[in-house]
Each structure stands twice: as C-alpha cells, then as structure tokens.
C-alpha cells in the first residue's frame, strides 16, 4: 500500500505545515509528498497515482477545495482511496463523522490504518462533487467569502459572516431560476437550492440531517421567494435539518437530478463542495462513477437507520440496481 499526501501549503494556520510535515515522517509507511501551487494540481497528482493501478491511500491536506480536487482525481479508480486531512476553514464533508471528527482526522497513524467506504458522487457540469451542490444566495455568500479572505485581518468564518452580512442585507435574496427535479417544475423567484450527497456545508449547516453520501440518491431542497423578515427566522431551522417543518416555504425531492437555468439571462452562481461555478444552466446528478474514502475506525458517517431513513436507503439501493 502506497501512501500520497498531496498538501496545500497555503491552507492553515503558520506551523501547520511544520507539523503535518513532521507527522508524515513519522508513519510506519511508504509515503510520497506532492505540494499544489494552483489550480488543478491536488487533480492531477490523484489521478497519476490511481492511474498506476497499485492500491494507494492519498490524502488531500487542505481544505474543501483540496479534497475536491483530489476526488475529481481518484474517481472511478477502485485500487484508490481518498481522505481529508483538515487544515481548511470548513472541512464540511468530515462533519458527518461526529463532534470532534477534525482531531481525528489529523491523527495520521489512525487514520493511514483506517478503514474506507465506496461513496457516490455528484456530477455537475463535468465537475464532481463528494458534499453539497448549492446555487442562490448561499452560493453567492461562497463566492464573495473567497473573495473577503483576500482582505488584511479576515480570515475563516468571518469571511463568512461578512459575506452573508453583504448578500442578505445589502442585495435582493432571490433571482429568477428555472428549476426541475423530480415532480417540480417551477420558473420564478428563487432564493436557493441545495442538493446534497453529503450533510454539511457552508461551515457548518446541515440541511438534510438523515442524508448518507452511499445511499445512491441524492436529496434537494429548494426555496423561493421569501421576505428577509423570514429568511431571518427561518434560517437557523433550515441549517438544523428542520425543512420538512416548512413545506409551504422548503420544496423537497430524493431523486438523482436536478436541472438549473439562469431565467433572466444572467449567469448562475453555483458552488460544487465550494468551487465556484459560474453558468446559464447545470444539471446535477449521480455520478456513474463513486470514490472510495477513508476514514479512522472508530467513526462512522451512517445516522440512525429508522423511519424515513430506512426507507430512503432501500429506494437508493433499489435504483442502483
């Protein structure tokens, strides 16, 4: 077994590296290190080592955007393996692992010795994603966070709350969207739509809380036009997996696409695991291809399998076949 840490050295806080460095060494394996320096590079280091056939653990040490770009690599390989070491500001996908789930993370001995689990993905426009796909007001927050890290003395999750301050207050919520998934067809006023493989995103919202990234479907909600008054009073909900609470305001569909199109002319923002993405229209489904993760032994990413959930798993197996 050959062990890839593929690290992006501007992600974390200074002596991180330092230290992730130091851990590497340490590890009982056969370790090769590969640094990013742009765009692309976290992609094209993971599909060059799967692409050799031999089994390989690679290990995106970064953020969001690192451990997106290493799936997009290893995709499709069954003799990879991918993880996420944290050192980003988000890290959303290892939410579904449990409080405390960052530490765990960063223990590499347990983690190199870890077992792993095949977990579908999302294709949107060419682009894979392992989490969240989102477009509307929260894809622009995305966006404009980017872009106020860039700033003296902002860093993490106040780029968050100023974006959200900027994109909620200072411009209007909603735009004109074309929206198709499942029994849904629906033209007008849209403030977002997120569709989730995943849990988490956005540092920390969780809007389908019972979702499993294996199930082999995937679950959106989309919400149209709403006063700020009740985005304000809505949004803890939502970000507490509460939607099934609102069904007049939240429309939901477990299915494997969904269609988007810009109905104003104006391209859409849409963030696959927070990569920006900027189009007329996307489409948004199960990937014919999966990614194998892995993860410390002692985590689990399933929640409780009862109810609805149960259910939900049973219709996803039922379509893969």
């Known amino acids: 077994?050959?062990?890839?840490?593929?690290?992006?050295?501007q992600a974390?806080?200074?002596?991180?590296?330092?230290?992730?460095e130091g851990a590497i060494r340490a590890?009982?394996?056969?370790?090769?290190?590969?640094?990013?320096?742009?765009?692309?590079?976290g992609e094209r280091y993971a599909r060059q080592a799967a692409r050799q056939g031999r089994a390989v653990r690679i290990y995106a040490c970064g953020g969001d955007g690192t451990l997106n770009e290493v799936v997009n690599g290893a995709a499709g390989y069954p003799n990879a393996a991918v993880t996420n070491v944290p050192m980003g500001t988000g890290n959303d996908f290892l939410r579904i692992f449990g409080k405390g789930s960052r530490e765990r993370f960063r223990d590499l001995t347990a983690l190199s010795q870890g077992v792993q689990a095949e977990m579908d993905l999302m294709e949107c426009n060419g682009r894979l994603g392992l989490d969240v796909v989102c477009a509307g007001v929260d894809a622009r927050i995305a966006e404009?966070?980017?872009?106020?890290?860039?700033l003296p003395l902002v860093r993490g999750m106040g780029a968050y709350v100023l974006s959200l301050l900027v994109n909620v207050l200072g411009r209007p919520l909603s735009r004109p969207m074309e929206v198709e998934m499942g029994a849904v067809s629906y033209t007008g006023p849209v403030t977002l739509v997120c569709v989730c493989n995943g849990r988490y995103y956005g540092g920390g919202f969780m809007p389908v809380g019972d979702n499993r990234p294996d199930d082999g479907l995937l679950?959106?909600?989309?919400?149209?036009?709403?006063?700020?008054?009740?985005?304000?009073?809505l949004v803890g909900k939502y970000a507490t997996g509460r939607y099934r609470d609102y069904p007049q305001l939240i429309k939901s569909y477990q299915g494997r696409q969904v269609r988007l199109a810009s109905a104003d002319h104006r391209p859409l923002v849409v963030c696959v695991d927070g990569e920006v993405l900027r189009t007329q229209a996307c489409t948004i489904r199960l990937?014919?291809?999966?990614?194998?993760?892995?993860y410390p032994a002692d985590l689990d990413y399933r929640p409780a399998m009862e109810g609805e959930a149960a259910g939900k798993m049973a219709q996803?197996?039922?379509l893969r076949r």
Do not use: C
């Open 27 to 41: 590890l009982p394996v056969t370790w090769q290190i590969a640094y990013t320096a742009k765009a692309g590079d």
């Open 1 to 9: 077994m050959e062990h890839l840490f593929i690290i992006n050295p």
């Open 287 to 294: 990937s014919e291809r999966t990614v194998n993760f892995f």
């Open 219 to 233: 679950e959106a909600l989309m919400v149209g036009k709403v006063s700020h008054a009740t985005f304000f009073r």
């Open 316 to 318: 996803g197996q039922a």
């Open 12 to 20: 974390g806080k200074p002596g991180g590296l330092r230290a992730l």
């Open 144 to 150: 404009q966070a980017h872009r106020f890290k860039r």
